[in-house]
């Protein structure tokens, strides 16, 4: 009996730490492309899905451009970079998205935010459902709208593995005690 419940137990740790690393996403901005004057910034966000406790990863070549949080959705479309709450520029900033609601990001190089090098997200609750990018958005491409939808398939999927086994680990309480 002992034994079932150290195998239990560790199922569950096993559970605990496959969860936790699925549900904590990384978007790299821009995905591929990075964060560029190139990039379409509107495209690539349509078809990801952030949550609380994801973080945005910003990649670019430092001096080139810099990544500035705007404070409101009027700064973001007049790309009014003076009344920035953050300032980055380190070239691989990582932000993390500690609370759900609209974030809005620009790059602070003169002249970029106006030709499009600037970021509004939604950031949804951890556990809401994924955005369905494939039919909300069908002139995305099939490749970038279908990887943050399975990945957050997976994570549910995961989630009610570690409810089988807690439920597990109850039932081996019992069987212990
Ligand atoms: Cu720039």
Known sequence: ???TYRFFFSLVLVGLISTRGATAAQHVVGGSQ??????DFASWASGQTFR????LVFKYTPGLHSVVELGSESAYKNCD?????NSLNGGNDAVKLNKAGDRYFACGT???CGSGMKLKITTVAANAPSTPASSS????S???STSPTSA???SRSLGSLLVLMAASLVISLVLVF
Do not use: C, F, K
């Not at 609380?52 to 973080?55: E, I, L, P, R």
């Not at 970079?81 to 709450?85: F, H, R």
């Not at 958005?137 to 995305?140: L, R």
């Open 152 to 154: 957050g398939q997976e």
């Open 137 to 140: 958005s069908p002139s995305s």
């Open 142 to 144: 099939g490749s970038s």
């Open 52 to 55: 609380v406790g994801d973080q």
């Open 81 to 85: 970079v003076s009344s920035a709450l």
């Open 110 to 112: 003169a002249g970029h």
């Open 34 to 39: 990075g964060w560029d004057e190139s990039t």
């Open 1 to 3: 009996m002992q034994g």
